[in-house]
């Protein structure tokens, strides 16, 4: 059977309703969600609480998890496998869970200045406005639904 990698996303909604984007450091031009693995036994409730503070730096009194659905998956694409490191090449694709979570007011800001440093840069944007065409390929499926599902946005 085919195995799919655990992962956790975070839709980080401000006080104005705007979805949180980050740009990825290593891929200039590729915009996505703070996202990350679950550890082997890690509950996902705390994987996204580990993942939010070590990629944006926020802590957990800093927002609120609204909600969340899970079962989104999609597949790596040829050749994309051994490019991977070991703990992640048995892997077929990603399952993904995502997690609503609404920014605390008077939360600091996002600070991107964590190590191991993932994102170059981040903005906020209408739901609305995030665009398809900073996604490979294979994840546009994902995040159409995604997006469909949290803020009945057609992408």
Not at 3 to 30: H, K, S
Not at 109 to 117: F, I
Request: charged content about 30%; some cysteine; overall charge negative.
């Amino acid at each position: 059977m085919d195995e799919y990698r655990p992962n956790v996303a975070a839709l980080m909604i401000n006080g104005a309703g705007q979805l949180l984007v980050c740009e990825r450091l290593l891929n200039p031009g590729a915009w996505q969600f703070p996202q990350g693995g679950v550890d082997e036994g890690e509950p996902l409730e705390v994987a996204i609480l580990r993942e939010v503070e070590e990629e944006i730096g926020l802590k957990p009194e800093d927002y609120e998890v609204e909600r969340s659905k899970g079962g989104y998956r999609y597949d790596y694409p040829p050749g994309v496998q051994k490019n991977k490191p070991p703990h992640k090449a048995k892997f077929v694709g990603q399952e993904q869970t995502y997690f609503l979570c609404r920014v605390s007011e008077g939360a600091p800001e996002v600070n991107l200045m964590q190590e191991p440093r993932e994102f170059g840069q981040a903005r906020w944007i209408e739901p609305e406005k995030f665009e398809l065409d900073w996604l490979p390929d294979f994840k546009k499926e994902t995040y159409r639904q995604v997006m469909h599902d949290f803020f009945s946005v057609e992408l």
